[in-house]
């Protein structure tokens, strides 16, 4: 009887997961703030404060990601370094392909959406982030 609960709510909580759709893609454009980052040991880090945030452009799942840091008159300033990113789908899963002249990496798109993106890289850190929302001194 416990085997034929836990295959319940294992089944009940696989299908509670947020799945990622390929119209959904387009909200990965913009910038985004990492809120918290889940470690492989399932501890967690909140970042209450960040100094630089992440800008995606993507069109026809090619672009790129960017390190910006947000200024107070509302401009970005930047290193000019771009990564090159490119959206891949595994067997109905999405992930960001990123290649810079250093290397290659891949990251499991977890969930999208207008305001939360989660991220999982191989080592199993999983990268909360939200929308970014400017601030303004006036």
Do not use: H
Not at 6 to 19: A, G, W
Not at 57 to 86: A, C, H, S, W
Not at 107 to 120: F, G, M
């Amino acid at each position: 009887m416990k085997k034929i609960g836990l295959l319940f709510i294992s089944i009940v909580l696989i299908s509670c997961q947020s799945d990622v759709k390929k119209e959904d893609l387009t909200k990965l454009n913009g910038y985004w703030e990492i809120k918290q980052v889940k470690l492989a040991d399932s501890e967690k880090k909140d970042y209450k404060v960040n100094e630089t945030i992440d800008f995606f452009e993507l069109k026809d799942n090619i672009g790129y990601r960017q390190k910006v840091m947000p200024q107070f008159d509302g401009t970005y300033r930047t290193n000019g370094i771009k990564e090159n990113i490119k959206i891949i789908e595994k067997e109905k899963t999405f992930f960001i392909e990123y290649k810079t002249s250093y290397g290659k990496w891949q990251e499991e798109i977890l969930e999208i959406a207008d305001s939360t993106l989660v991220l999982k890289n191989k080592a199993n850190l999983e990268y909360t982030y939200k929308k970014y929302k400017p601030f303004s001194l006036k």
